[in-house]
């Protein structure tokens, strides 16, 4: 049973506007959440990450939001680059090291 | 530092074979974890361990052993591969915090 979902597989956006990718959880015990991105042929490498004690992260021009109440959260990059062009993870942990990914947004930046 | 290596990158082997996956990382880190991805489905962990001489077992431990006898290295063994065992294996490490540092990946094919 996916307690991490990504319902959209893939999004398109133009360059230098925003992307916006999505992450839904069902376990209320999740109290860590990070996402990693991954380029073909590679393996996924960290970009963000965010407690359940706070509803916003930032770094540079990635930014995490966390809703508790509606178990969601999401990525947003500001501006997209086309380099940002990859296949973005979404994965919560409970309070250990085991982390469950959502099954990942396939993201295209259009020059 | 090299970060987390795996070998081989790819191997195709015999439905029966017995095989091993090497993964070591050169940043002394206490937990290291073994995950499977397969097509349009998410990271799924197969075996962790917190330390040299502790392991656990994931969600998709069946068919796989592992032992972690040094810090460095988490071998992870394919006793008899079958079919369903098809899939990139990627090897994580990781210190305190929930950020896990990705290998390249092990593409296996059994056929």
């Known amino acids: 049973d996916q307690q991490v979902k990504q319902n959209s597989p893939s999004l398109s956006v133009q360059e230098g506007r925003i992307s916006i990718l999505n992450c839904d959880y069902t376990?209320?015990?999740?109290?860590?959440f990070l996402w990693y991105k991954k380029y073909p042929a590679e393996g996924p490498t960290f970009l963000i990450s965010i407690s359940s004690i706070k509803d916003k992260n930032e770094d540079g021009r990635f930014t995490v939001f966390l809703n508790k109440s509606a178990k969601h959260l999401s990525l947003h990059i500001v501006p997209s680059q086309p380099g940002d062009s990859a296949v973005y993870f979404c994965a919560a942990a409970n309070s250990g090291y085991a982390l469950n990914f959502g099954k990942g947004t396939s993201l295209l930046v259009t020059p | 530092n090299a970060g987390v290596t795996q070998t081989p990158k790819f191997q195709v082997l015999k439905t029966g074979q017995s095989m091993t996956l090497q993964c070591a990382q050169d940043m002394n880190h206490e937990y290291m974890s073994w995950y499977r991805q397969d097509p349009g489905m998410g990271l799924r962990l197969i075996h962790y361990?917190?330390?040299?001489?502790?392991?656990d077992q994931g969600e998709v431990p069946n068919g796989y052993n592992v032992s972690r006898s040094t810090t460095e290295d988490f071998p992870l063994r394919l006793l008899s591969a079958a079919p369903s065992q098809t899939s990139v294996y990627f090897c994580a490490s990781g210190a305190g915090g929930l950020e896990q540092y990705f290998g390249p990946g092990t593409r296996l094919t059994v056929t």
């Open positions: 376990n209320s015990m999740f109290d860590y």
């Open positions: 361990s917190v330390g040299a001489g502790i392991t």
